[in-house]
C-alpha cells in the first residue's frame, strides 16, 4: 500500500514540492483508514468505482432541459442484488465539523439525485484518530428519505432554472460559516439583498 501511494502522488509532488504535505498526512491516515475500510467490509460493502462521473437531465416547465452533472469520490455496491449504492465523498474534515454543517448540506443529495439508485451516502471524514462516515441520513430514518431528500435537489433545481428562465433575478445563496472567510461577498451580491 505504501507503494501504491508513492507512486499516486509522485506526479503532484514533481509539479509542486507542497503536495509532500499531503502525502505525509495521508501515510499518518492510512492506518485509520484501512480500518474503516475492514469494517466497510464486514458490514457487506465493497468498492465498486471511483471518481465517477455522472448526469442527469432535468426538464423545465417551458419544455426547455438542463444538465446537472458531477464526479462521485466513490461508490460502494453489495453482493445483495437490488440494495442498492453507497455513495462516498472524502473530507480532510473533521466528523464533528461535517455533522455540524449537515443539514445544509445539498451534495450528497445531489449526488443521490444523479445517481439514481442509491441507498446511502456519506461524507467520509478524514481528520480524526479513527475514519468515520458521516451520513446524510441517520440511521434508522427509513430508506426513502435519501431517495426524498435527492428528489427535493431536483425540484428545487428545476424550480430555479424555470425561474431564471423567466426572468427572475438570481438569489444570493451563502452558509454564514462560509461567508464570513469569503472575499466575494460583491461579486455574489449576498450583502446587498
Known amino acids: 500500500m505504501q507503494d501504491c501511494v508513492g507512486e499516486v502522488f509522485a506526479p503532484a509532488i514533481a509539479d509542486n514540492f507542497l503536495a509532500t504535505g499531503w502525502r505525509l498526512r495521508w501515510e499518518k491516515r492510512l492506518p485509520a483508514y484501512l480500518d474503516w475500510q475492514r469494517a466497510q467490509e464486514a458490514l457487506g460493502w465493497r468498492w465498486a468505482q471511483a471518481e465517477t462521473r455522472v448526469s442527469r437531465v432535468l426538464p423545465l416547465v417551458d419544455g426547455d432541459s438542463v444538465e446537472l452533472y458531477g464526479?462521485?469520490?466513490r461508490i460502494d455496491q453489495t453482493r445483495e442484488t437490488g440494495k442498492g449504492a453507497s455513495l462516498l465523498d472524502y473530507k480532510t474534515q473533521t466528523a464533528k465539523v461535517i455533522r455540524e454543517r449537515l443539514k445544509d448540506d445539498v451534495q450528497l443529495p445531489a449526488y443521490a439525485l444523479l445517481h439514481g439508485d442509491a441507498v446511502q451516502a456519506a461524507y467520509v471524514a478524514l481528520d480524526d484518530e479513527r475514519i468515520a462516515a458521516v451520513a446524510s441520513v441517520a440511521a434508522g430514518e427509513g430508506d426513502g428519505v435519501l431517495l426524498a431528500a435527492a428528489e427535493a435537489q431536483g425540484q428545487r433545481l428545476q424550480s430555479a432554472f424555470a425561474c431564471m428562465h423567466a426572468g427572475a433575478r438570481l438569489p444570493?445563496?451563502?452558509?454564514?460559516s462560509v461567508c464570513?472567510?469569503?472575499?466575494?461577498?460583491g461579486l455574489c451580491r449576498r450583502d446587498y439583498v
Open 71 to 73: 464526479r462521485i469520490d
Open 172 to 176: 444570493a445563496h451563502g452558509v454564514d
Open 180 to 185: 464570513q472567510w469569503c472575499e466575494m461577498s
